[in-house]
Each structure stands twice: as C-alpha cells, then as structure tokens.
C-alpha cells in the first residue's frame, strides 16, 4: 500500500514555534498532513478548553501546500475544532509537538502537548505527543527525523483504545542517544518558587520560576531515562480509574 497517511498536527507552543516547523518538514516526506495550531503559546494550559469566549480561526499560510489553521484558543481546542470542525477528513495520527522543554514526570499532568494527545485519544485517534528536553538552543532535527519513523511504527501496530505514547527525546546529540527506553510516568516535581515582586505602583505580585524537573535515578521512569540520554516512550491513558481500589472502598461500607 502506497497511500500516505493523513496527520492532524498541532502542539502548544504555537504554530509559529520551530519544533513544529521541523515535524511538519519531516513528515511532509512521507505523510499528509493539516496543522491546526494555536496562535499564541499555550505552554502549562493542560487540558483546559474555551467555553466562555469565542474561538477565532484564522487560515495559515506557513505550511503550504499544506493546510493549515490557526486558533486563539488551547490545544485541546485545537484537536478538537479541527477534528469536529475544520478537517475534511478522518485523520490516521494525532501528533502534538515538538516540544520545547520535556514533558516528563508531573509536568506530564500540566502539559498543553500532552493534553493535545489526550483530546486526540478521547475523540478516538491514534495519538503521540512528542517533546525536546531542553529550552535552551534546541536542535529539533534528529527529533523530527525520530518522530517520523515513530510515527510510521505507530500507524504499522495501532494502540488500544483511550492509550497515547508520551514521548521524550533527550537534547543531545545524535550519536549520543543511548537509545529507546519504554518507561512509566515519574513522580518528579519542577523545582519551582514563587518570586515576590514589587510593581511600578509598589503592589505585590508573585512570578512562578523553576524549569528544571526533579531527576528520579531509575531508567524505568521518563525523567530518569531522558537523564541518560535515552529517549522516554511512556504509554498514558486518560481513564484515571485506580480499579484495584474499588473493591478496598467498597468494604468500608460509606453509607448515606
Ligand atoms: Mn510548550
């Protein structure tokens, strides 16, 4: 079979952000593709939606021939506008990134990247969300060329219903990737504070910081593996369900 898949593309950096510019460039080889984007970073939104205002779209010109869309709002809005809205047809593949800056650990749950993803495996789809360990003079090109074949793979095996891959590619070189690990979601925290501040008027306000993630020293978990240089393949479904503690809470018998 020659057909070339058909992939929704988005991420939360914006669709101006050179991570997506780069996964765009390596699939265009080998898929088609629609990128619906957000306009502006949305970088931490997690899986928020826009209710109470309108959503914009705008045609983007930046991806031609290729179609493209942008949207003032998430990208969980982006997913799903696009797959209820502004695609003509039924994509094969999900993907959301790349990334600027890893998605591991509990960053995971605030992740407008893997939120992306999350929208895509609720409504359905196959879906990957893919980020670059690193915020500083990122290199996305082996990534975009990892993600490519990945993507390939993916669409060759398929996965379950309500499972997405959480993907993190460490920031290093090419021939130092000491290859692929499949890990679970890590505890890890940002290190992070509240900076006090005082305005122009002299008011107090606060400025959240910290950006680097709590490294775990376990290969079987993703900030551990990315650590050591091997990319973190990290399967995530959206049901929260703890089912082996259903049975436990039945037996305290919590009556009205
Ligand atoms: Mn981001």
Redesign the pocket.
């Known amino acids: 079979v020659s057909e070339r898949p058909y992939i929704l593309i988005t991420?939360?950096?914006g669709i101006q952000?050179p991570?997506l510019m780069a996964l765009a460039r390596a699939l265009s080889e080998v898929a088609d593709f629609t990128v619906v984007a957000p306009a502006s970073?949305?970088?931490?939104v997690g899986h928020a939606i826009t209710l109470s205002d309108p959503l914009r779209v705008s045609d983007y010109k930046g991806f031609s021939p290729q179609t493209a869309f942008m949207v003032d709002g998430t990208p969980a809005d982006c997913v799903k506008i696009a797959i209820r809205s502004l695609l003509d047809r039924e994509p094969d593949l999900v993907l959301s990134g790349i990334?600027?800056?890893g998605?591991t650990g509990i960053n995971t749950i605030y992740?407008?990247?893997v939120s992306a993803a999350t929208e895509g495996s609720i409504l359905g789809y196959t879906s990957l969300a893919v980020?670059l360990t690193t915020f500083t003079d990122p290199d996305f090109s082996y990534a975009a060329r990892f993600t490519r074949a990945l993507s390939l793979l993916v669409l060759e095996h398929g996965l379950p219903p309500g499972v997405f891959l959480n993907v993190n590619i460490p920031a290093c070189s090419e021939e130092d990737v000491a290859g692929v690990m499949i890990t679970r979601q890590g505890g890890a925290l940002y290190r992070e504070e509240f900076d006090r501040r005082h305005d122009p008027r002299g008011r107090v306000y606060y400025w959240l910081t910290g950006q680097e993630v709590e490294v775990e020293d376990d290969l079987a978990v993703d900030n551990g593996a990315v650590q050591k240089n091997y990319i973190s393949i990290t399967p995530l479904h959206f049901d929260l369900t703890r089912y082996d503690l259903q049975e436990e809470l039945r037996s305290w018998n919590i009556h009205t």
């Open positions: 991420n939360d950096d952000a991570g970073e949305q970088s931490a990334n600027l800056g998605n992740s407008g990247t980020s």
